[in-house]
């Protein structure tokens, strides 16, 4: 088979600093065919760097250069640009969130069916190396039974008057739909089912975000298993950045992504609950590839297209995710708790509607 030829739509922060490096890490496998943005000389600037051959501000004008697309696009493009793109009969590796509303994911999901395409969501946290040993240790009890899984996002993320993420029409919500969606994703990756939450978001701290710029949200889980995410665009210092703390019954596994080190932290003596001066820390994993890590996300698209599997974060995982947060927000308006069961995990995906579920 030819080498997959790919075409990069949106050449803005993710499509440059954070794809380009992912992309020449799998020139054995693929070749970046073209790139297109509206702005053309980023466009011209990403071909340089991944040596495509051509470069436009038409996305219209790349498909006929490429097998498969990856969108890289403002939230309320995903949909009509990753339609036409699947209409074209191309495989589509869309940035996250999947779209910004259940028809358009629907619609997305159906016409990727309909035409036997790979269509996936570009989370890169569940294929980095460390990530995935920790959901084996999980899944195999290494360490006893997983209790409360905390994540922890500093970031400060600002944009000039106009940006499309300040706009909740455009991003398609706040922090939390934007970028918390990685974590309700890799929640459910760790966790399980959920059963129910509740979401608190402010934009004080943020004020050029429409919507939230700070999220907490809580999650429930079947098992009994809680899950936590705090996630802000205001940070003016972190010592956490991010980080990811999995508690287990035997001990606790973090994973600071500055560090790229996967630590155990054990053998508490158990008459005393002295977390600091007792516990014994273990490095049980090191990761030397830094940034956003899509090479991995890739490669495993890249295997879908291949073999005709489901990609790992497929159209509907993304759904339930998105389904998730949708009743979170509904609950938080009306002051309630957010019935978490019935996504569509396992049963009729369609028939779940993202709304109408709260616990009172
Ligand atoms: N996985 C991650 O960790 C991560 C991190 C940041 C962003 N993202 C995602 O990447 C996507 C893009 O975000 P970003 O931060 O790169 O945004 P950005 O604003 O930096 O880039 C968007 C680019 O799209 C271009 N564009 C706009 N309309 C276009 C059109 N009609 N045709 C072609 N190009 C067009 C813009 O000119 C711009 O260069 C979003 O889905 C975002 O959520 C993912």
Redesign the pocket.
């Known amino acids: 088979m030819h080498k997959i030829r790919l075409g990069i739509?949106?050449?803005?922060?993710?499509?440059t600093r954070?794809h380009v490096k992912g992309l020449l890490a799998l020139q054995d496998r693929m070749t970046v065919a073209a790139t297109?943005?509206?702005?053309i000389e980023?466009a011209k600037a990403v071909a340089i760097a991944v040596g495509a051959q051509v470069a436009v501000?038409d996305?219209r004008e790349l498909l006929e250069h490429v097998d498969a697309v990856l969108v890289?696009?403002?939230?309320d493009?995903?949909f009509p640009?990753g339609l036409s793109c699947l209409e074209a009969g191309k495989h589509v590796l869309m940035?996250?969130?999947l779209c910004n509303t259940e028809e358009q994911c629907i619609r997305l999901i159906e016409e990727a069916e309909r035409c036997k395409l790979t269509l996936m969501t570009?989370?890169?946290v569940p294929f980095w190396p460390i990530i995935r040993k920790m959901l084996e240790f999980v899944e195999n009890k290494t360490y006893g039974e997983v209790f409360q899984l905390s994540v922890w996002t500093e970031q400060y993320t600002i944009r000039d008057p106009g940006?499309?993420?300040l706009s909740a029409e455009r991003l398609g919500g706040g922090q939390f739909f934007?970028h918390g969606c990685?974590y309700i994703d890799l929640m459910f990756r760790f966790l399980g089912r959920p059963v129910k939450g509740v979401h608190m978001g402010s934009n004080k701290g943020t004020p050029w975000m429409e919507k939230e710029g700070t999220s907490n949200v809580t999650i429930e889980f079947e098992n009994g298993a809680m899950g936590y995410h705090f996630g802000t665009w205001g940070a003016r210092g972190t010592r956490l950045g991010w980080s990811l703390h999995v508690h287990c019954t035997e001990g606790m596994l973090e994973y600071n992504r500055k560090d790229n080190k996967l630590f155990l932290h054990s053998n508490l003596r158990k008459e005393r609950g002295d977390l600091v001066t007792r516990d014994r820390t273990r490095v049980l994993m090191e990761d030397d590839q830094g940034g956003?890590g899509t090479q991995y996300e890739t490669a495993h698209f890249l295997d879908c297209i291949a073999t005709g599997q489901r990609p790992i974060t497929d159209g509907t995982t993304s759904l339930q995710g998105l389904r998730a947060i949708w009743r979170l927000y509904e609950a938080d308006r009306a002051n309630a708790i957010a019935d978490l069961r019935s996504l569509g995990l396992d049963e009729d995906w369609k028939a779940e509607a993202a709304s109408g579920r709260i616990i009172k």
Request: hydrophobic share 30%; aromatic share 8%; proline share 9%.
């Open positions: 739509i949106g050449c803005g922060g993710m499509g954070s297109c943005d509206i702005e980023r501000s996305f890289a696009l403002p939230h493009l995903h640009i940035e996250k969130p570009a989370y890169p940006h499309w993420i934007s990685h956003k």
